[in-house]
């Protein structure tokens, strides 16, 4: 594992953090750090509230990036709760391989931090109905 992945765990360790903002809305369970092509660092966290309103870290990440007017994805890294394992959602999925049609499958997932397993979004979506 290069040291990039490093960089991305500690970007996303750092805003990590549950907290309470109102009676309704949660953020922070799980975060995630998204590397752009050119080789920024963008980071978001989930939030939850009571009416499905929320957001997972990922698709925060990735709006992050967008909002700083970078529109292509080269990695992404997620710290789970309790700093498990586990792929995107298929909402991220969605949102990814509409970003970057002809693209996408090439985006690289850490699936296993711990392990330093990584997957392609290609080989988490091998069937997607963009190409
Ligand atoms: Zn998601």
């Known amino acids: 594992m290069d040291k990039v992945w490093t960089e ?5 360790k750092a ?3 549950g907290r309470t903002i109102s009676d ?3 953020a922070g369970e799980v975060s995630a750090a998204v590397l752009s092509k050119s080789g920024k660092i963008y980071t978001g966290v989930c939030i939850d509230t009571c009416s499905t309103l ?3 870290a990922e698709r925060n990440a990735i709006f992050n990036m967008i909002t700083n007017g970078e529109y292509e994805i080269a ?5 789970p709760p309790n700093e498990g394992k586990g792929a995107p959602c298929g909402a991220c999925r969605e949102l ?3 970003l970057m049609p002809g693209k996408y499958k090439d985006i690289e997932i850490m699936i296993d931090y711990a392990e330093g397993r990584i997957m392609t979004l ?3 979506t091998p069937e997607w109905w963009i190409d």
């Open 75 to 79: 990695r992404v890294l997620c710290i």
């Open 54 to 56: 929320g957001i997972c």
């Open 15 to 17: 805003v990590l953090g």
């Open 24 to 26: 309704y809305v949660t």
């Open 96 to 98: 990814m391989t509409q």
């Open 122 to 124: 290609g080989e988490l």
């Open 8 to 12: 991305m765990y500690e970007a996303a």
